[in-house]
């Protein structure tokens, strides 16, 4: 009767242990830093266009920097944070940059970005998104999101997500149009990495490259 009341037992837990895992729910804590240290580092791609005289015709000209976040907490009401930025200048340019970045306009460059419109607006819907492949959410504004898969950034499991509207063409078709990708991970308060669009070509890049956290 013990042994069969054991076996009985054991398979309860079985199935306890089974429905926890299938109720299990991922969803993106935004903006929460629960650590007691954290340190991002991304690298920074803006694409645009400019004129090339010598050859008649506008270019694409790729604009590379490294941001950077640093949260460290003092107690359980504060943290110090330290935020900055490496970029690359000619010397021509130096002095008008510097002057630029000690103001407020260094404030302005790293968080007024296009990337922080688009940050902003995720944080609204993101809490309700189950971090499960296949799923769909669709916004306010028409916009759509889905998770498409998994993907590790700077050594961070998170989850590809993409935000698309859905157009029709002359002909009747509906299309798919992706704005924005994002790779983010429960556990991380910020995305590991954005990727914005327009008309079709990358126009924005910010991608993890070092994350630490204690």
């Known amino acids: 009767m013990i042994r069969k009341l054991m076996v009985v037992s054991v398979a309860v837990c079985v199935l306890l242990s089974f429905s926890t895992l299938a109720w ?3 969803y993106w804590n935004y903006n929460v830093f629960p650590y007691n240290y954290e340190r991002f580092v991304y690298e920074v791609t803006t694409y645009g266009t400019a004129w090339d005289w010598d050859i008649g015709e506008e270019v694409v ?8 976040l640093e949260i460290r907490k003092l107690d359980e009401e504060n943290a110090e944070v330290t935020q900055g930025q490496t970029q690359v200048y000619s010397y021509e340019d130096l002095g008008e940059a510097i002057s630029f970045m000690g103001g407020l306009g260094g404030l302005a460059m790293l968080f007024g970005g296009p990337w922080f419109g688009e940050l ?5 819907w993101a809490a309700d998104l189950e971090l499960e492949v296949g799923n769909n ?10 998770v498409v898969d998994e993907q590790t950034v700077a050594g961070v ?7 698309f509207v859905r157009e029709t063409d002359e002909e009747g078709n509906r299309q798919d149009i992706t704005t924005s990708e994002w790779v983010i991970a ?5 995305p590991l990495s954005l ?6 070509e990358v126009s ?6 070092e994350y630490e956290r204690k």
């Open 137 to 146: 959410m669709q916004l306010f504004d028409g916009s759509r999101v889905r």
């Open 61 to 68: 000209v790729e604009t590379k920097m490294q941001q950077f």
């Open 204 to 209: 924005y890049e910010m991608v993890l490259v």
């Open 120 to 124: 902003m607006f995720l944080g609204m």
């Open 186 to 190: 429960p556990n991380v308060g910020w």
């Open 195 to 200: 990727t914005m669009y327009e008309d079709g």
């Open 24 to 26: 299990a729910q991922d």
């Open 157 to 163: 499991r998170g989850y590809l997500v993409r935000k």
